[in-house]
């Protein structure tokens, strides 16, 4: 359907000769790549359109006009074009050039002759795995790149006298990097956030179209500059936005609530490209004119490179540059760039003889298809993979899964780093992968893989390699950081326990997390644990690239992930702690703000991978590793509200746990019914809380004192909490020197009127007490400063838990079991006292009556003091009145005969049954009482990682 109302108009406006654009914007996950590329059987417009343009040429009559297309494919990746036809791109990229005649053009980009729509989807597949490996290398994802798809297509008729018309065309079909703003990724709070924005090319695309809109619209000042130099992508789409070109934009609109903001956004983002107004015309010139003029501008810049040479300002002037930028510029730069433009001229010379060629002589052009023919894979490597032990990359991007293929094809396979001068048989590249990382030996009987340096990252089924293991079939393999693979074993196909019939990139990223404690039975989770469960697995592999460029460039950080309670204690948030190794200072960063701080990690590691060193020298605030001192959370104690709703105080020392489960100290808070000024409403228990409903309710919340047990935090400690309807956190306490601060903060919360979700609140609630100390930017360890970032993280290692613990203890306690035990203990051992009272009170009264003389008004009396007894749940009470009004309406009298009277043994058996009641419920309060007793022991007894109960949360 998009193809019918959008693709064939480009293809239609190929034919006749006019340039063409197709590009696709909008928020990652709209539906983008898959409107212009597909997945899988679902072909998308640029499949679609070659395959069409094809089935077209096929079926041409006319045989005085033949065809010539050619294809090329490219990325735009951090401002950095890469060429996705060739295995390697220079370090930098590819440059970006501009010619008199033709505008912005890449230099060296691989333009290659294709035949037939199959050479094509060979070529998207060898552009798709080129682009897959250099994303894993980089750690790049597809969301955060531009690809661009160039397509030439070149009609050539010869009339009756042997002259021939050229009509060329230029299709640009663009898939663009997801739109995402700061607002939405949560990263408007980071400081570097201007400077992390990789994608500015976007910026830059919307500053244009906006110039173009006005300019369009005649509401453009006079001399307006559209800002095409912003940025590379701008540059190569200058003609298709502004110039001779027909274009279509597809705006991809996400259906999700949430992403609201972003639709509109797009949405105007459309509105104003569909405002400009190109002027397109027919590409069509004689072919005679074409050779003549590429030969005479041949000759020329031949005569003056052979005269003497160029001089650079003539040079630039040739390539379109602007001379007045060399101003200032040092005679050995200038040098440099004269031989620079002086070697690209020679290449502008070299692609106008060989175009003069294709046009004068059909072979040459014939000849090129052939030579391009030969170089596409004759389809061997599906053959192969049915017989030969393989490995299959595994990418986050469903495109860019299964694309990479290594055969093990010797009885020895070793794998190493890319670029060095020892020849592997697979070259890996990127951080954490060895110049001699692991061999892969093939015995007769099974295939094992070990580690051949020290240090080797490889793991197998998310557990780290020591030594040799053998390989299965389906087994997960990660080489160093961002290699990720499948095994396939086609020769012997048992598997692994465990593995599933399909294992995706999902299951092994979960895999993976598992090893740092992260092992979880699915099953058995709640929607807020699988959350959690996913996202931490998503994270993972991102804190050990932070961790490995922290080492590489020797930024003494160290990154972990955590789990913070929220102030429901019903879900949890994933964040990011860095420590600085040399101080112990502590950062906790959210999720968003620590991935838009890794992406410039990756940047400035990827420069200075490209031998730009001067990227350590950067100032403080530029760099993404360097954040100002601020106060740290030292844990939390959760007091629950449970008590509150049956009018029972809270008023206990909890312990202050850390995001591990460990404690850091204790704090004491007391939280009171009340009245509305603050006075202590004391033994006023309520057996139902719905009798609160729509009744005025005040409670006192009173922060005493704290004790913490690290001397680091000397400084000062604050507490902060957050009451359901509060607009922000409360503060107590102000940063005190002391570990032993006495805060003596009191604060009243009251209800007008309590209502339904006020009364949910109390009864199941919390209050998250967080305790913070004060950092300063103290000095470094002397016992430090000659270790670097690797030495101390192992050394950090070595002494701490495994971070996954404290996850998987959190996680537990958020699946709802025991979270509340402490507090429905107290409630529990409050009921049970007092229906022991009711019990003994209603056995004394009992037994004063019987001891009277049976009388009517002496029943009454009877009735009258055990109502005033029983406050029990409704249902009791609702008993006794009916019991006491039938006693009233048949007008129950003491019989003067020997014989006692009917109605009035009805009533003591009502009584008896009553009193049986109580003490049915006594007894069982007593063993809820005994249960609740039982857990908790249980609970004492689990490891120090999972056993808190009052954990963060």
Not at 237 to 265: F, R, W
Not at 555 to 569: E, G, Q
Not at 658 to 667: I, T, V
Not at 893 to 919: C, D, F, I, W
Request: glycine letters at 6%; proline letters at 3%.
């Amino acid at each position: 359907m998009v193809f019918d109302d959008l693709g064939k108009g480009v293809l239609d406006n190929a034919f006749e000769g006019y340039n063409c654009s197709l590009f696709a914007y909008g928020q990652t996950g709209s539906g983008k790549s898959y409107s212009m590329v597909g997945y899988g059987p679902n072909k998308g417009i640029v499949p679609i359109t070659c395959d069409e343009l094809f089935k077209a040429i096929e079926s041409n009559q006319d045989t005085t006009k033949t065809f010539q297309v050619t294809f090329s494919m490219l990325e735009i990746y951090n401002e950095q074009v890469r060429d996705l036809l060739v295995k390697s791109n220079p370090k930098g990229g590819l440059s970006v050039r501009q010619h008199p005649s033709l505008g912005f053009y890449v230099d060296n980009l691989k333009h290659t002759p294709v035949g037939s729509y199959k050479e094509i989807e060979a070529r998207m597949d060898e552009g798709t795995k080129n682009r897959t490996v250099a994303s894993t290398n980089m750690n790049a994802t597809s969301s955060r790149a531009h690809t661009v798809v160039t397509i030439t297509f070149d009609q050539v008729k010869e009339a009756e006298d042997g002259s021939k018309m050229k009509k060329s065309s230029v299709m640009n079909l663009v898939d663009l990097a997801g739109s995402e703003r700061a607002e939405s990724t949560g990263a408007t709070g980071d400081r570097l956030k201007e400077g992390a924005n990789i994608n500015k090319s976007l910026s830059a695309l919307g500053n244009v179209i906006s110039a173009l809109a006005e300019v369009s619209s005649g509401k453009a000042a006079k001399g307006k500059i559209v800002p095409y130099r912003d940025s590379v992508l701008t540059k190569l789409l200058q003609n298709a936005l502004g110039g001779n070109s027909k274009t279509i934009m597809i705006a991809a609109l996400s259906p999700a609530d949430v992403n609201y903001d972003e639709t509109l956004s797009t949405l105007r983002y459309a509105d104003r490209a569909k405002q400009i107004k190109n002027k397109a015309t027919v590409n069509e010139s004689p072919t005679d004119k074409l050779i003549r003029e590429l030969k005479e501008e041949n000759e020329r810049m031949k005569q003056l490179l052979e005269g003497g040479g160029l001089t650079l300002d003539q040079m630039m002037q040739q390539s379109g540059h602007d001379s007045a930028a060399m101003q200032g510029v040092s005679e050995e730069e200038r040098e440099a760039m004269r031989q620079e433009l002086e070697e690209q001229i020679r290449r502008e010379m070299e692609a106008n003889l060989k175009m003069a060629d294709r046009m004068e002589n059909t072979d040459q052009w014939n000849d090129e298809l052939q030579q391009a023919k030969s170089e596409i894979d004759d389809n061997q490597t599906e053959q192969m993979k049915k017989t030969t032990p393989h490995f299959l990359n595994l990418n986050e991007d469903i495109v860019l899964t299964g694309m990479v293929t290594h055969f093990l094809t010797k009885e020895e396979t070793v794998v190493g780093r890319l670029g060095d001068d020892q020849e592997d048989d697979i070259s890996l590249s990127g951080i954490s992968i060895k110049k001699e990382h692991c061999k892969i030996i093939m015995q007769d009987k099974e295939i094992l893989i070990m580690p051949m340096e020290e240090n080797a990252k490889i793991k197998v089924n998310g557990v780290t390699l020591t030594g040799p293991v053998p390989l299965k079939h389906k087994d997960r393999v990660l080489f160093g950081l961002n290699h990720l693979y499948v095994f396939y074993n086609p020769k012997n196909p048992a598997t692994s326990e465990g593995t599933p019939e399909k294992v995706d990139y999902e299951f092994a990223s979960l895999e993976l997390s598992k090893e740092q404690g992260m092992a979880w039975d699915e099953q058995n989770m709640n929607r807020e644990q699988q959350r959690l469960r996913q996202e931490i697995a998503e994270v993972y592999p991102m804190i050990a690239e932070a961790n490995a460029i922290s080492e590489e460039l020797d930024k003494f950080k160290s990154f972990d992930v955590v789990l913070i309670a929220n102030n429901d204690a019903q879900s949890a948030n994933v964040m990011i702690k860095m420590t600085n190794l040399l101080n112990g200072n502590t950062w906790m960063w959210d999720r968003s703000t620590f991935v838009n701080r890794k992406f410039i990690m990756e940047e400035h590691y990827q420069k200075y991978s490209e031998g730009d060193n001067s990227i350590l020298e950067i100032p403080k605030e530029q760099d993404p590793f360097w954040e100002p001192v601020e106060d740290v959370m030292i844990g939390a104690a959760t007091y629950y509200l449970q008590p509150l709703a049956y009018k029972i105080e809270v008023d206990e020392k909890m312990p202050i746990y850390d995001y591990k489960g460990k404690s850091e100290g204790n704090l004491n808070v007391g939280i009171y019914p009340c009245d509305s000024s603050g006075k202590v409403i004391e033994d006023d228990y309520c057996e139902d809380p719905d009798e609160l409903l729509n009744k005025p309710f005040s409670f006192k919340i009173t922060v005493r004192d704290a004790v913490i047990s690290k001397s680091r935090f000397i400084k000062g400690i604050q507490v902060r909490f957050q009451v359901r309807g509060d607009e922000s956190e409360q503060t107590a306490g102000n940063f005190v020197a002391s570990l032993t601060p006495n805060f003596n903060f009191s604060r009243i919360v009251s209800f007008e009127s309590l209502k339904a979700a006020e009364l949910d609140y109390l009864k199941n609630g919390s209050i998250v007490f967080k305790v913070f100390g004060k950092q300063e930017d103290v000095r470094n360890d002397t016992a430090k400063k000659h270790m670097n970032t690797k030495q101390l993280r192992q050394a950090e290692n070595n002494k701490q838990d495994n971070v996954g613990n404290s996850a998987s203890a959190l996680l537990q306690i958020l699946s709802g079991d025991d979270k509340k035990l402490v507090s429905e203990m107290k409630v529990l051992q409050k009921k049970c006292d007092t229906y022991d009272r009711h019990e003994q009170q209603i056995k004394k009264i009992c037994k004063e009556y019987s001891e009277m003389e049976p009388s009517p008004e002496n029943f009454n009396l009877l009735i009258e003091e055990i109502s005033k007894v029983l406050t029990l749940e409704q249902t009791v009470r609702d008993k006794m009145k009916a019991v006491a009004l039938a006693s009233r309406l048949v007008g129950v009298g003491a019989s003067q005969s020997s014989e006692p009277n009917p109605e009035t043994q009805k009533l003591y058996r009502e009584m008896t049954t009553m009193v049986s009641r109580v003490e049915e419920s006594n007894r069982t309060l007593k063993e809820q009482l005994e249960e609740a007793e039982r857990r908790r022991q249980n609970e004492d007894l689990r490891s120090e990682g999972d056993s808190a109960a009052c954990t963060i949360l």
